[in-house]
């Protein structure tokens, strides 16, 4: 009766069970995978414009399969800002990311074919592979220090036949961000390989430094046929809009027939809103406000585990460069899983154990630093506290 692309295993883990059970108890917990931002109690959604919502222009209907122009120059303003200089036809507007992948697969990938995903990386990716038929293969990150491309990887090499690289930058968990020296080798293996870099950047508003050899954006990255994605759920922590975009760029040929074929996918859902897509010129405009806000949370949970981590010898907090997310070494005492168990079960935190991310070994925790800090700061107390009993 059903396809063999949905014949997952429907079967909920260990962690997941013990979380539900908690839950219907009524349990109080301190979540620390929280990432919806909506759920974090910041300020700027008070003041957040909806007037948009409301314009009367929205009892109209103007189909366009790439999103209203005026919605796409404001995200080719974006990209301005960061000296890629894109026209607005460059922009195709999605219902978020996900729709990007599969559009872009969709795009590229014959059934079977394969695709160069980051490990340890972004969990979804399995699922939109598995419904869009693509094979999906991991290439590993490094890390020593910070987090490295690896160019020598045997799986990385082996993908003769890849159609496709996804980088994730700054990537989920490990806030890794690609350098001009990685990305110059990826447009080099691209090239030769006659395949396409697809560059999810939901998280690049999100960096804790400057360094100098950090890639701005692949927006503007000419040398291949890419694709960047962006989005508002996180640039703007409005996930429930359900706004992203592809930016696709390349040598001219091979793009103009990429921008053809998208036309035709994305004028065959037409699957953004017209409400949403009038209103987000206004709130894009509030970017530096809302990010600020997010910023100085992010910032401020960071600096809080770096401090407390000092207090912990056996345990490590990996260098990250930017997003969402904090990575902690921990001792391998236990794997992954139990530690998780036990700090929900003991002490009542909450937190992803780092198989979720694909981690090439034990034992790795993933922390929000999205949290409200006193929910952050108490959960990390009774982390630490944890691992030293
Ligand atoms: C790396 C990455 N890409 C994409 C998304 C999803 O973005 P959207 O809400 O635009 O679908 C997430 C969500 O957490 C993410 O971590």
Redesign the pocket.
Known sequence: MFSNRTNWKIKPNRLSLELESLNKKGAPLLDLTE?NPTHCGFEFYKHLPLDGLANPENKNYHPSPQGLKKTRETVAAYYKEKNADLSSEQIILTA????AYAFLFRLLVNPGDTVLVPAP??P?FDFLADLNDVTLAPYRLSYDALWHMPFENPAYDAAADAKALIV?HP??PTGSFLKQGELHALNQWASKQNAALIS?E??LDYGFDHSPDRVSTLAANTACLTFT?G?I??SLGL?QM?L?WIAANGPEKLLKTALERLEIIADTYLSVNSPVQNAAPEWLALRGHIQKEIMARLQKNKNFLAGKIKEAPACEMLAQEGGWYSVLKIPRTRTEEEWALELLKKDGVYIHPGYFFNFEKEAFLVLSLLPAEKVFQEGVNRILARTKA
């Open positions: 990432s978020g990311t996900s729709e990386s972004y979804l994730v990537n989920n999810d939901v998280f994605l989005g759920s996180k996930p359900k992203g």
